[in-house]
C-alpha cells in the first residue's frame, strides 16, 4: 500500500536505568500498535540512555544493552519499530540504530558521523562508520548486518541518518537518496537550546524534499542526566511539507507524534529528479505485511506559546522548570529549598520551582504529577497546587543589620503567591560572633575601609551552613541561585551563596533575566487559552539588584560593583563565545554602545572583565552543575574550558591600553561616563 501510518516517539530515558527505560519503550510500542501505526521511530541510545559517558566503555552496559534489545523485540508483533543502543563490533564500540520488524531483528545502521565539540564527546566513546560499508555481526546465535544499509521492506525502503549525520554537509541522507529511499529516520538525542527547534525543523523539512522521501525525525525528553535537557521535538515530513510536530517539554515519559504519508507521492518526485544508480552491497530485504491506511490532510502547526512573540521567555520557562522536575525524581530528593534574599536570582529560582508544578499540571495534571512523585509522601494527600508547593519548595531568609525591608516584603511576596513555605532567620549575631573570634586572634577590629570583601564573604558564607541544615532536615535539593553574568567574572562567594545541589540559573545573563521576571509578572506562559502568571514577582521587579553585604549607606549595588550588566553580558559574548582579544572587544563594544557609555567607561569594563574572568576560573570548576541553553554556556564541564592557572592576559591588556591611550590621544572625545 502506497500509504503508511508512521510516528516518531519521543521517551523520558535515564541512562543505566534498564528496566524503567525499557518499560517506556514497550509501553509506546503498544501505544503506537493501539493507534494502528505501522513505523514506529524511538530516539538515539534510547535503550541506554544518551550521558552514559564513559560507562559506554563497560562491557556490562553493552551486555544489559542487547539484554533489554531482545525483551523489547518480543513485543514487536505487527509492528517496525527502530530502537538505539550502543554496539561492540570488531572491538569497536558504534552508536547504532537497530530496525525490528514483527519480532525479527533486520540489522544495524552505524552512525557515521559522531559531534566532538561543546557538549559532545561522541568520538571518546564510538567509532565512526564509514560510508558505504556493510560488515556481519554475530548477536547471540544469529548474525545480522551492520553498517551504512538500506532496508526493503516489502517494496518499502527505510534508512537512517542519526543526529548527527543529519547536521553535516556530506550527511547520508544523499546517498540514500540514489538507493531509492522513501522513508529516512532520524533517531536523534538533541540537547535543547533556544530556538534549536527552528534549525531542527529546517533540515528535515529540506531532506524530505531534497531527498524525495519521508522524514520521521524524533528527540530525547527531559532531564537525562543532570546537565543536558531534551525538548522532546518530534517531527514528520513529506517532499517539503511539515505534516506534523510533537508538544515540547512534556512531563509524561513518552508521546507519539504520527502523521499518514503517500509514498507513491515521493516517488513521483524522485522520478522527476536525475540521479546515478548506486552501486554496493547495502539493500537488506525483508518482508512486512504493511496494513491498509486511510487517507489524512494534515499540515503541522506551532505551539501557541511558540507563536505567541515571547519565545525565549517561554522556552526558558518550560526547559528549567521540566529540567528541574526530572533532576528532582531521578535524584529521589523530597523538594528544593532555596536561601531567598529577595533579590533577581533567588525570586527567579523560587518562581521557577511555582511554576514547575504549574506547568506539570497542564501537561499530564495533578493526579499524574504526584504519581511520578510517588516517593515523596507528604504531597499524596494534597489536592491543590498551592498544597503541593508548601511541601516541594522551602525557602528562608537570611538577613543581617545590612538587609532592608525592600527585600524581606520581596522574599515574602513571592513565596505566599506561589504557596511555598517561608522561613525567616536574623543571622547577625552569628556574623558578629564569627568576626569577635578573628578579631581576638589577629589583635584589631575589622573595618569596612580595610577588610570590604572580607566582611561581605562572612555574611555570604554564614548563610550556607543553617540553609544545608533546613535542606538535609527534609531531604531537599539546595538551589544555588548564581547567574551566568557572575559566574562569569566571579562576582559570588564560595562556599557561601553558591552552595548548592544544581545552580538552575547559571546558564541564563542577569540584564535578561531580570526581564524575564517581569515577562513573567506581566505575561507569563501561554497555556490553553490562557498564561500562567507570577505576580508576586512585583517587589522584586521594582529593585536595584543588590547583594545587601555593605552597610546600608554604602548604597551597594551590583552595577556599581562590577559594570553595568548589559555591558558586561556583550563584553563575555564577544570575549568567550566569540574568542576576541580585549582590543576586538572593545572595538565592538564601541559600535554597541556609542552614544550610551563614554569610552573611557567601555575600556575599563574590558580592562577589568578580562582580569576577573582569568582570575576566577577555580570559581567556575566548582560551581554546582547548572543547564546548558545555548552556546553562551560558560560550565567548564561540558561547555567552555580555560586553565584555573594563566597569563592572566597580561599581555594582551597591556596592548589594549596602549590601544586606548593612542586613540584617546588624537583627540577623539568621548562621551559622558557611566
Known amino acids: 500500500m502506497p500509504l503508511l501510518k508512521v510516528a516518531a516517539g519521543t521517551i523520558n530515558t535515564t541512562p543505566l536505568a534498564w528496566e524503567s527505560n525499557k518499560k517506556i519503550i514497550i509501553d509506546a510500542i503498544e501505544e503506537a500498535r493501539q ?132 547536521w553535516v554537509a556530506l550527511r547520508p541522507g544523499r546517498s540514500h537518496f540514489e538507493r531509492g529511499v522513501d522513508i529516512m529516520l532520524n533517531p536523534s538525542a538533541s540537547p535543547f537550546a533556544f530556538h534549536k527547534f527552528l534549525t531542527r525543523e529546517r533540515f528535515v523539512i529540506d531532506g524530505s524534499r531534497s531527498f524525495s522521501c519521508s522524514y520521521v525525525y524524533t528527540n530525547l525528553l527531559g532531564n537525562e542526566s543532570g546537565r543536558l535537557i531534551f525538548d522532546g521535538d518530534a517531527m514528520i515530513a513529506s517532499d517539503g511539507t511539515l505534516l506534523a510536530s510533537s508538544p515540547r517539554f512534556g512531563y509524561a515519559d513518552y508521546h507519539l507524534t504520527a502523521a499518514v504519508i503517500d509514498t507513491d507521492l515521493t516517488r513521483l518526485s524522485h522520478s522527476q529528479i536525475k540521479s546515478s544508480l548506486p552501486t554496493g552491497n547495502w539493500k537488506v530485504t525483508d518482508t512486512f505485511a504493511w496494513p491498509e491506511t486511510s487517507p489524512a490532510y494534515q499540515v503541522a502547526e506551532l505551539e501557541p506559546f511558540e507563536r505567541g512573540g515571547f519565545l525565549k521567555e517561554e522556552e526558558f520557562a518550560r526547559a528549567v522548570c521540566l529540567a528541574l522536575f526530572d533532576y528532582l525524581r531521578k535524584s529521589r530528593s523530597q523538594g528544593f529549598t532555596i536561601s531567598l534574599s529577595g533579590g533577581a536570582d533567588s525570586c527567579a529560582c523560587v518562581a521557577l520551582c511555582g511554576l514547575m508544578i504549574r506547568l506539570a499540571d497542564e501537561s499530564i495534571g495533578l493526579e499524574a504529577f504526584k504519581q511520578k512523585l510517588s516517593y515523596i509522601k507528604k504531597i499524596q494527600a494534597e489536592t491543590t497546587i498551592e498544597g503541593i508547593a508548601k511541601q516541594l519548595i522551602h525557602s528562608i531568609y537570611q538577613g543581617t543589620e545590612n538587609s532592608s525591608k525592600d527585600t524581606y516584603e ?98 541564563i545573563d542577569k540584564h535578561w533575566l531580570r526581564e524575564w521576571l517581569v515577562w513573567l509578572e506581566t505575561i507569563g506562559c501561554h497555556v490553553k487559552g490562557y498564561h500562567i502568571k507570577i505576580e508576586g514577582l512585583k517587589k522584586v521587579n521594582s ?39 580585549p582590543i576586538d572587544c572593545l572595538k565592538f563594544m564601541e559600535v554597541r554602545f556609542e552614544g550610551k557609555y563614554s569610552r573611557e567607561m567601555l575600556f575599563t569594563s574590558v580592562d577589568r572583565f578580562f582580569k576577573l574572568w582569568s582570575r576566577n576560573q577555580w570559581k567556575r570548576e566548582r560551581y554546582a552543575p547548572s543547564f546548558h541553553l545555548d ?17 592572566g592576559f597580561e599581555k594582551e591588556l597591556e596592548e589594549l591600553k596602549a590601544y586606548y591611550e593612542g586613540k584617546s590621544n588624537t583627540g577623539r572625545k568621548g562621551k559622558i561616563g557611566f
Open 35 to 166: 493507534q494502528n501505526i505501522s513505523l514506529l521511530c524511538l530516539p538515539e541510545l534510547c535503550i541506554t540512555g544518551y550521558g552514559c559517558d564513559d560507562a559506554f566503555y563497560s562491557q556490562n552496559t553493552l551486555n544489559q544493552a542487547l539484554e533489554s534489545l531482545h525483551e523489547i523485540v518480543n513485543q514487536t508483533s505487527g509492528i517496525v519499530v527502530s530502537v538505539g543502543l550502543p554496539l561492540r563490533f570488531n572491538n569497536k564500540i558504534y552508536n547504532t540504530a537497530c530496525l525490528i520488524a514483527n519480532k525479527r531483528i533486520l540489522g544495524f545502521t552505524a552512525k557515521q558521523h559522531l559531534p566532538n565539540y561543546g557538549l559532545f564527546y561522541e568520538d571518546r566513546w564510538f567509532h565512526r562508520w564509514p560510508s558505504g560499508a556493510r560488515e556481519e555481526i554475530k548477536v547471540g546465535d544469529f548474525s545480522y548486518p551492520i553498517g551504512d544499509l538500506v532496508f526493503d521492506l516489502s517494496g518499502v525502503r527505510i534508512a537512517f541518518e542519526i543526529c548527527e549525520d543529519a
Open 410 to 507: 520581596s522574599a515574602e511576596s513571592l513565596a505566599d503567591s506561589i504557596g511555598a513555605t517561608f522561613y525567616n532567620v536574623n543571622i547577625n549575631g552569628l556574623v558578629e560572633t564569627y568576626k569577635g573570634l578573628i578579631e581576638q586572634q589577629i589583635g584589631r577590629d575589622l573595618t569596612w575601609e580595610q577588610d570590604d570583601i572580607s566582611l561581605q564573604n562572612i555574611q555570604a558564607r554564614v548563610r550556607a551552613p543553617s540553609v544545608w541544615l533546613l535542606t538535609n532536615l527534609y531531604g531537599h535539593l539546595l538551589l544555588a541561585t548564581s547567574n551566568r553574568s557572575e559566574v562569569a567574572v566571579g562576582y559570588c562567594t564560595m562556599d557561601g551563596d553558591t552552595a548548592g545541589s544544581i545552580s538552575p540559573i547559571a546558564g
Open 543 to 581: 529593585l536595584q539588584p543588590t547583594a545587601e553585604l555593605r552597610p546600608k549607606d554604602k548604597m551597594q549595588t551590583d552595577e556599581k560593583d562590577l559594570m553595568p550588566y548589559e555591558v558586561l553580558d556583550a563584553i563575555e559574548e564577544v570575549a568567550i563565545r566569540d574568542k576576541k582579544s
Open 631 to 647: 552556546d553562551l554556556n560558560l560550565d567548564p564541564r561540558s561547555w567552555c574550558r580555560f586553565p584555573i592557572l594563566s597569563g
